[in-house]
C-alpha cells in the first residue's frame, strides 16, 4: 500500500481515522448506520472474538490489478 | 445500471484514464457517475449488506474494506481534487447517485473549490513511556506511602509538561494551516507504537507549502524534548469534509 | 495481482481468545486487570490523603503497609500466571486504556 509519496505501508490505524470518523458523512440507501461501527466496538469485539492475527499473506483488493 | 454502487470519493476533472484497469471494494470496477461538472467515483458494491455489515465488525476484514477503499480515493486524488466519501455509503443505483449529486451539487462545488491545491498532512505526538527505575522496597508503610507519592507527582508533572508541549506544537502548526481538526488518540495496542499518543491531529495545507509544513513540525518536535513526532500523509482531506449543510452532527 | 507492495505484519495488539490454552491465562489477565485497577485506585486515594494530611501517623503506616503487601501479592500473581504488569490492560477505543499506560 503506497500513497502519493511513494511512502510504504501507511499504517492501517491512520486509515481507519480517516474512513471511521472523516469523510463526508450522508445518509446512503443501504440501511449501514455507519456512525454506529466505530472505533471502540470494533476494538472491543475484535478484543474478545478470535481473529486471525496472521493477514500477512492477504493481498487487499483496491488499487490496479 | 440497476446495481447498487459504493462511493469512493467526488471530484470535478476526473478522468476516466485514471479509472482504467482500477478496482475497489472486493475487486469491482472503478468507474465515474456525472451529473454536470460533478463527478462521482463508484464501483458496484458487495451484493450482501448484511455480510458487508458484520465484515465491518471483523478488524481483519474491515482493513480490507479500509484498504481498498483508501487506494481507490489516494489515486485520483493524485490527479485532481477529491472529497472523500466515508466508509460505506452505498446506493440503490446509479439513478441515486446522480439525484445526490444533484441535490447536493452547490455543497460540493464549495468543498471542492475550497479543497483545491490542499493536501492533509497527519501529526501524531507522543509522550515517551519512560519506566521508573524499580524503587528500593520500602522499610515501613509510611516510607511506602511517600514513595507513591512522589512517583505520582512525578508523573503529574510529566503529563502536565507534555501537554503545555503538545499545545505549543498545535498552536505553532495551526498558525500554518488552512484548517485543523483532531482525531482521537491512538491507543498503542492498535498502532503498535512507543510511547502514549496525546495528539492525533490533521492539517490542511496549501500543496505547495507541504515540505515547509513537515520540516517545521520536525523542528517543533525537536524542540520539545517530552514529545515524539511521527508525520504522516499527504492525505486526500478525509478530515475537512464538513460542510455548512452536512449530516455530521 | 503482481506487484504489490509487501505488507507488513501487523502490530500486535491485545486480544482474549477462546483457544483452550490460552483461556486461563486470558481469563486470569482479565481479572488481574481488574483487580490491578482497584488497587490503583486505592493507591491513589492513599496519596491523596497523604497530601491533605488528615491520616495519622498510625493510618500511614497501616494503609501503606496493606498497599505494599497488595502489590507484592499483584507481582506474585503475575508470575503465577506469567504475566506482566503492562500486559494487564484494557483498550476501550476512543475512551482510552483501562489503566493507565504508565
Known sequence: MTNALGERNVAL??????????????????TLAIADVDLVRISLRALICSVEADREGTTGTGGRP | MTAPRYVYAIGR????????????????????????????????????EAALRSRLERLDELAVLAEAHHAVVALIATQTVVVPFRLATIYRDEDRVREVLRQRYEEFEALLDRLAGTVEIGIKLYVEDRQPAPAAPSTSGR?????????????????????????????????????????????????????????????????????????LAQRLARDEPALRVEVTGPWAPYSFTESDHGDRP | ??????????????????????????????????????????????????????LTDDEEERIGMTLMLLDDRMTQLLERFGLTRQE???????????????
Open chain 3, 1 to 54: 495481482m503482481t506487484g504489490e507492495p509487501a505488507r507488513a505484519a501487523p502490530a500486535p495488539w491485545h486480544r482474549f481468545t477462546t483457544e483452550p490454552e490460552t483461556v486461563e491465562r486470558d481469563l486470569a489477565r482479565l481479572a488481574l486487570t481488574i483487580v490491578e485497577l482497584l488497587r490503583q485506585l486505592m493507591e491513589r486515594q492513599a496519596v491523596r490523603r497523604v497530601g491533605q494530611g488528615d
Open chain 3, 88 to 102: 494487564l490492560n484494557l483498550d476501550l477505543g476512543p475512551l482510552g486504556t483501562l489503566l493507565p499506560r504508565d
Open chain 2, 13 to 48: 476533472a476526473v478522468d476516466p484514464t485514471d479509472l482504467a484497469g482500477l478496482v475497489g471494494i472486493d475487486g469491482a470496477e472503478v468507474h465515474r457517475i456525472s451529473h454536470r461538472d460533478l463527478v462521482a467515483v463508484v464501483s458496484v458494491a458487495p451484493a450482501d
Open chain 1, 13 to 30: 490505524i491512520d486509515i481507519l481515522d480517516r474512513l471511521l470518523e472523516g469523510g463526508v458523512v450522508l445518509t446512503g440507501d443501504l
Open chain 2, 143 to 215: 516510607a511506602y506511602l511517600q514513595q507513591l507519592s512522589q512517583r505520582h507527582r512525578r508523573r503529574d508533572e510529566k503529563w502536565q509538561h507534555a501537554a503545555a508541549a503538545v499545545e505549543r506544537v498545535d498552536t505553532a502548526l495551526g498558525a500554518y494551516a488552512i484548517d485543523r481538526s483532531r482525531h482521537r488518540p491512538q491507543a498503542a495496542q492498535l498502532s503498535g507504537a512507543a510511547g502514549d499518543n496525546v495528539l492525533n491531529a490533521a492539517y490542511l495545507v496549501p500543496a505547495g507549502r507541504l515540505i515547509e509544513f513537515t520540516d
